[in-house]
């Protein structure tokens, strides 16, 4: 569908398409392996750095060695973890060749470009084992490691993420610390960081204390820088992150999409409200961010802050369907509008662009969303639900009818390894304007049933 | 970026690439729309000390060489002042050794007192042939050695390097732990990124950790004539006009008859660069970043329809063609930025070959031959030629081959005054 633009033409020659914002690749696929001691945040790496990947386009999972060992050996105490504990040895060592397993059959099986092995890797030896597997199969490697020497780090860590996990649900609070802080030492006296000499030919990156440093080695291709670029960008400061859209616009009203119109009397109530509302969030040094479009200014304009305009955060270019009705479409355009939702994150409105393009335009977005502390972004239906697949990991078919109604501002804060989301109606009201996916989406279809989703409108 | 001015400070011997990364990171800032400058020291000492006789000037016992190294340098930071503070400059790069605490103390110092934050960028480079080749690309033709033959040159220059080398202070893991820097070993192997404050200096960071000096050659063409072109109309989705298909091929013998290593081949999403890639026979990429700029309204349109639709657009694009959005569509500027992960992924890059259109070929080629925003809209991309650039020294020689198949002139010079009739005078078919 996406190779319609180029349909007289064999591609015979065309090897990839950068829709997004990553080539994709036909190259070896790329083993991320993490380092370090248990509570240097690896996991929340892990799952952030996929997260990322994924929604960029790379296909990419993690595999946990903790959650391969869970399902084999429920936990007692740190004993399991003592370095003379033949037993359990063989046992992690089976877990890892099995992750490891796994790992060969996403990436011939199913489609996966990146993976991501999370686990301690503390030693040389287990490191030396992965890159000689991952030579054999063809598979470049990236090491990730975590160094942290900062107990209050360490403790908080272990207050968020070790006390709830499943390995201490019949513990209370002192005993699953304790328990932990040995297993800990376990690991440390094994443990060998990457070495600036011995491991000169690996490529690498090494974090200290939570990003205030880097070493970066031997970084080998595109994938690996845009992975550096990202880990050098996001930080663990407690932030909140507000979405909203414009208020109810006029094209609104009528049911139209796209345009540049002003608010209608509801969205200008809205945007007092929000500002009102934002005032009394009390929020510490709150950046706004509005686009270029009218609708996004005039709400922000209420709030009495200061506001960046970003042309990224422009709503979807619908191409030849600006401004019309879905009725409209339907009328002019039926079989795109089958198309469209047939493969809505896919599908490009002619001389206009997909949710596909829009994840590429919002990338450097996203980027300075990581690097950024409190904010407000006051965007569009369609940007909206980018962003929010982003934040809360929704999948490509999810992402285009992720509900994002008007009038409500969305407060999320980063908690554990994912994301606090409050919801938050102004109560003011408003159209809705999303379209849930019809039963009928063939191009053969009556207009009724292409048009039996569509929201009131006046 | 309404925030305090940045000061880039370079850190290292001599011959380590420091103003090779000046200059480089300058172009580079300067295209995406951050003002910077750089300030060579270097420079300072040559328009000081008006003859240059040896490295005896550069040894640490030479008290009067110290005295004028030192104004020097505070010539140049007071010129940074003044870029910074009072000529809306937001980057100021300082080029020069820095190689002990004590001067970047100073510099340190210098910036706290003017608000300007600082950002360390030290190469550090161990390898003879490395360094033996950046003397012989850079360092003998500088004003410096005009009257030295190779070998005495490369004995001095060698000589000067050995006297930075007993006080010089690399950037300290401890000592420097509150500092702003990247620390760049053995030309991007290896980094050490310590502190990052701010967007701009990720930006830089990210940038520097891209750029190679690995030899390789870029060549910019634009796609086939189109029958667009042919009928005198901007923009849309056109095929190739047979002259076009006849330039398409002519490329591929070019090409071939090149014998590039590995040559990667980029095109746009639109249909002109990829019947013009096809011909190449070279596995290709298509880039959505790479499609013609949109005229949004003005699509299709040819320039006498434009001027008598929409004759006040048409003249407010004479007044200012780089920032000018067409309405629905897109301008210069926003080019540029949507071209930024083209330029970071040619970067990376070695031999490629970019098959792109008139607007977006300007863009490029201003970043690398550092054209201003001015210029930019007015650069000549004629369609059928070949531009090959080959990174040397610290800019890009550019050889232009004319692939001797006609086409139609669609470039379309500044008028002389932006009004109706001589709006029309400058036409292009």
Same mark, same amino acid.
């Given at each position: 569908?996406?190779?319609?633009?180029?349909?007289?033409?064999?591609?015979?020659?065309?090897?990839?398409?950068?829709?997004?914002?990553?080539?994709?690749?036909?190259?070896?696929?790329?083993?991320?392996?993490?380092?370090?001691?248990?509570?240097?945040?690896?996991?929340?790496?892990?799952?952030?750095?996929?997260?990322?990947?994924?929604?960029?386009?790379?296909?990419?999972?993690?595999?946990?060695?903790?959650?391969?060992?869970?399902?084999?050996?429920?936990?007692?105490?740190?004993?399991?973890?003592?370095?003379?504990?033949?037993?359990?040895?063989?046992?992690?060592?089976?877990?890892?060749?099995?992750?490891?397993?796994?790992?060969?059959?996403?990436?011939?099986?199913?489609?996966?470009?990146?993976?991501?092995?999370?686990?301690?890797?503390?030693?040389?030896?287990?490191?030396?084992?992965?890159?000689?597997?991952?030579?054999?199969?063809?598979?470049?490697?990236?090491?990730?490691?975590?160094?942290?020497?900062?107990?209050?780090?360490?403790?908080?860590?272990?207050?968020?993420?070790?006390?709830?996990?499943?390995?201490?649900?019949?513990?209370?609070?002192?005993?699953?610390?304790?328990?932990?802080?040995?297993?800990?030492?376990?690991?440390?006296? /094994?443990?060998?960081?990457?070495?600036?000499?011995?491991?000169?030919?690996?490529?690498?990156?090494?974090?200290?204390?939570?990003?205030?440093?880097?070493?970066?080695?031997?970084?080998?291709?595109?994938?690996?820088?845009?992975?550096?670029?990202?880990?050098?960008?996001?930080?663990?400061?407690?932030?909140?992150?507000?979405?909203?859209?414009?208020?109810?616009?006029?094209?609104?009203?009528?049911?139209?999409?796209?345009?540049?119109?002003?608010?209608?009397?509801?969205?200008?109530?809205?945007?007092?409200?929000?500002?009102?509302?934002?005032?009394?969030?009390?929020?510490?040094?709150?950046?706004?961010?509005?686009?270029?479009?009218?609708?996004?200014?005039?709400?922000?304009?209420?709030?009495?802050?200061?506001?960046?305009?970003?042309?990224?955060?422009?709503?979807?270019?619908?191409?030849?369907?600006?401004?019309?009705?879905?009725?409209?479409?339907?009328?002019?355009?039926?079989?795109?509008?089958?198309?469209?939702?047939?493969?809505?994150?896919?599908?490009?409105?002619?001389?206009?662009?997909?949710?596909?393009?829009?994840?590429?335009?919002?990338?450097?977005?996203?980027?300075?969303?990581?690097?950024?502390?409190?904010?407000?972004?006051?965007?569009?239906?369609?940007?909206?639900?980018?962003?929010?697949?982003?934040?809360?990991?929704? /999948?490509?078919?999810?992402?285009?009818?992720?509900?994002?109604?008007?009038?409500?501002?969305?407060?999320? /804060?980063?908690?554990?390894?994912?994301?606090?989301?409050?919801?938050?109606?102004?109560?003011?009201?408003?159209?809705?304007?999303?379209?849930?996916?019809?039963?009928?989406?063939?191009?053969?279809?009556?207009?009724?049933?292409?048009?039996?989703?569509?929201?009131?409108?006046? | 970026?309404?925030?305090?001015?940045?000061?880039?400070?370079?850190?290292?011997?001599?011959?380590?690439?420091?103003?090779?990364?000046?200059?480089?990171?300058?172009?580079?800032?300067?295209?995406?729309?951050?003002?910077?400058?750089?300030?060579?020291?270097?420079?300072?000492?040559?328009?000081?000390?008006?003859?240059?006789?040896?490295?005896?000037?550069?040894?640490?016992?030479?008290?009067?060489?110290?005295?004028?190294?030192?104004?020097?340098?505070?010539?140049?930071?007071?010129?940074?002042?003044?870029?910074?503070?009072?000529?809306?400059?937001?980057?100021?790069?300082?080029?020069?050794?820095?190689?002990?605490?004590?001067?970047?103390?100073?510099?340190?110092?210098?910036?706290?007192?003017?608000?300007?934050?600082?950002?360390?960028?030290?190469?550090?480079?161990?390898?003879?042939?490395?360094?033996?080749?950046?003397?012989?690309?850079?360092?003998?033709?500088?004003?410096?050695?005009?009257?030295?033959?190779?070998?005495?040159? @490369?004995?001095?220059?060698?000589?000067?390097?050995?006297?930075?080398?007993?006080?010089?202070?690399?950037?300290?893991?401890?000592?420097?732990?509150?500092?702003?820097?990247?620390?760049? @070993?053995?030309?991007?192997?290896?980094? =050490?990124?310590?502190?990052?404050?701010?967007?701009?200096?990720?930006?830089?960071?990210?940038?520097? @950790?891209?750029?190679?000096?690995?030899?390789?050659?870029?060549? =910019?063409?634009?796609?086939?004539?189109?029958?667009?072109?042919?009928?005198?109309?901007?923009?849309?989705?056109?095929?190739?006009?047979?002259?076009?298909?006849?330039?398409?091929?002519? =490329?591929?013998?070019?090409?071939?008859?090149?014998?590039?290593?590995?040559?990667?081949?980029?095109?746009?999403?639109?249909?002109?660069?990829?019947?013009?890639?096809?011909?190449?026979?070279?596995?290709?990429?298509?880039?959505?970043?790479?499609?013609?700029?949109?005229?949004?309204?003005?699509?299709?349109?040819?320039?006498?329809?434009?001027?008598?639709?929409?004759?006040?657009?048409?003249? @407010?694009?004479?007044?200012?063609?780089?920032?000018?959005?067409?309405?629905?569509?897109?301008?210069?500027?926003?080019?540029?930025?949507?071209?930024?992960?083209?330029?970071?992924? =040619?970067?990376?890059?070695?031999?490629?070959?970019?098959?792109?259109?008139?607007?977006?070929?300007?863009?490029?080629?201003?970043?690398?031959?550092?054209?201003?925003?001015?210029?930019?809209?007015?650069?000549?991309?004629?369609?059928?030629?070949?531009?090959?650039?080959?990174?040397?020294?610290?800019?890009?020689?550019?050889?232009?081959?004319?692939?001797?198949?006609?086409?139609?002139?669609?470039?379309?010079?500044?008028?002389?005054?932006?009004?109706?009739?001589?709006?029309?005078?400058?036409?292009?078919?």
């Amino acid at each position: 569908k996406f190779m319609k633009c180029c349909d007289i033409i064999e591609n015979l020659n065309c090897t990839a398409l950068l829709t997004s914002s990553v080539p994709q690749f036909t190259n070896s696929p790329t083993l991320i392996v993490m380092v370090g001691l248990p509570a240097r945040g690896k996991t929340y790496i892990s799952k952030k750095l996929t997260r990322y990947l994924n929604w960029i386009g790379v296909p990419t999972k993690v595999f946990n060695l903790g959650q391969y060992r869970r399902e084999v050996q429920s936990y007692k105490s740190f004993e399991f973890f003592r370095p003379d504990n033949e037993e359990a040895m063989q046992i992690r060592k089976a877990c890892a060749s099995n992750a490891l397993k796994d790992v060969v059959i996403y990436f011939s099986k199913e489609h996966g470009q990146v993976a991501v092995f999370d686990a301690t890797n503390t030693t040389r030896e287990r490191r030396v084992s992965i890159v000689s597997f991952a030579k054999e199969k063809g598979y470049k490697v990236f090491f990730v490691e975590s160094i942290c020497d900062d107990p209050d780090i360490i403790a908080q860590n272990i207050a968020d993420v070790k006390v709830s996990s499943p390995d201490y649900l019949n513990c209370d609070k002192e005993e699953a610390l304790a328990d932990f802080l040995k297993r800990i030492e376990c690991y440390k006296q /094994t443990y060998v960081p990457l070495d600036d000499e011995k491991d000169r030919r690996l490529s690498y990156i090494k974090i200290f204390n939570v990003g205030s440093r880097y070493l970066v080695n031997c970084v080998q291709d595109h994938i690996q820088s845009r992975i550096v670029y990202y880990l050098m960008n996001i930080h663990v400061t407690p932030r909140s992150i507000y979405l909203s859209r414009h208020g109810e616009s006029n094209m609104n009203l009528l049911g139209r999409i796209g345009g540049d119109s002003g608010l209608s009397p509801r969205g200008h109530k809205y945007a007092t409200a929000l500002g009102t509302f934002i005032k009394s969030q009390h929020i510490k040094d709150l950046k706004v961010w509005t686009s270029h479009m009218k609708r996004t200014i005039q709400t922000a304009e209420h709030l009495g802050i200061p506001y960046e305009q970003w042309k990224a955060l422009n709503e979807i270019d619908a191409g030849v369907c600006e401004e019309m009705t879905y009725e409209e479409i339907q009328d002019n355009h039926p079989e795109e509008f089958a198309l469209r939702d047939q493969d809505k994150y896919r599908y490009r409105y002619p001389k206009g662009e997909s949710y596909e393009d829009l994840v590429h335009r919002l990338e450097p977005v996203i980027m300075e969303l990581e690097r950024q502390e409190n904010v407000l972004v006051v965007c569009h239906q369609a940007v909206m639900r980018c962003l929010l697949a982003y934040l809360l990991d929704k /999948t490509a078919d999810e992402l285009p009818y992720l509900k994002c109604p008007l009038h409500t501002a969305l407060k999320l /804060t980063p908690v554990a390894y994912g994301c606090k989301v409050e919801h938050v109606f102004l109560n003011i009201e408003a159209v809705n304007t999303h379209r849930e996916r019809p039963g009928n989406v063939d191009v053969s279809r009556d207009p009724e049933e292409a048009l039996k989703t569509i929201p009131d409108h006046f | 970026m309404t925030n305090c001015p940045t000061l880039i400070v370079t850190v290292g011997l001599p011959a380590r690439g420091k103003t090779y990364i000046s200059k480089k990171l300058t172009r580079y800032l300067n295209w995406i729309g951050v003002p910077t400058r750089e300030f060579n020291v270097g420079q300072y000492r040559r328009e000081c000390v008006k003859i240059y006789k040896s490295f005896e000037f550069f040894r640490p016992d030479n008290e009067e060489g110290l005295k004028i190294r030192q104004q020097c340098a505070s010539a140049a930071l007071n010129d940074v002042r003044q870029y910074l503070a009072d000529k809306g400059g937001q980057v100021a790069v300082f080029d020069a050794t820095n190689t002990t605490r004590e001067r970047r103390g100073t510099i340190t110092a210098f910036a706290e007192q003017n608000g300007f934050k600082v950002f360390f960028v030290e190469s550090v480079c161990e390898d003879p042939e490395v360094i033996a080749e950046n003397i012989v690309q850079v360092k003998l033709g500088s004003p410096d050695y005009t009257n030295c033959n190779t070998e005495e040159a @490369m004995e001095d220059f060698k000589k000067r390097i050995k006297c930075y080398e007993n006080s010089y202070e690399t950037l300290d893991e401890v000592l420097d732990r509150d500092l702003s820097y990247i620390k760049i @070993m053995d030309v991007g192997r290896r980094y =050490l990124v310590n502190q990052v404050q701010d967007h701009i200096q990720s930006r830089i960071v990210y940038y520097l @950790m891209n750029i190679h000096i690995t030899p390789r050659s870029i060549y =910019l063409c634009r796609h086939g004539e189109s029958d667009l072109n042919v009928k005198g109309c901007i923009g849309g989705d056109s095929g190739l006009s047979p002259r076009g298909k006849e330039f398409a091929n002519y =490329l591929g013998q070019f090409i071939q008859s090149q014998e590039i290593s590995d040559l990667k081949v980029w095109t746009s999403q639109m249909k002109r660069t990829i019947q013009t890639a096809e011909a190449v026979s070279v596995p290709y990429e298509q880039w959505k970043a790479l499609n013609e700029i949109d005229a949004g309204v003005c699509e299709e349109m040819m320039y006498e329809e434009i001027q008598q639709h929409y004759p006040l657009e048409f003249a @407010m694009r004479d007044q200012d063609k780089y920032r000018y959005r067409y309405p629905k569509g897109e301008s210069y500027e926003d080019l540029v930025q949507r071209l930024e992960p083209v330029i970071m992924e =040619l970067e990376r890059q070695e031999n490629i070959l970019v098959v792109c259109h008139q607007a977006i070929m300007r863009c490029l080629l201003a970043y690398f031959l550092d054209k201003t925003a001015e210029e930019l809209p007015y650069l000549k991309c004629p369609l059928h030629t070949v531009l090959k650039l080959t990174p040397v020294a610290y800019g890009c020689k550019v050889e232009s081959i004319y692939l001797n198949v006609d086409a139609v002139n669609t470039h379309r010079d500044r008028p002389e005054v932006a009004g109706a009739k001589e709006a029309l005078v400058s036409n292009a078919h």
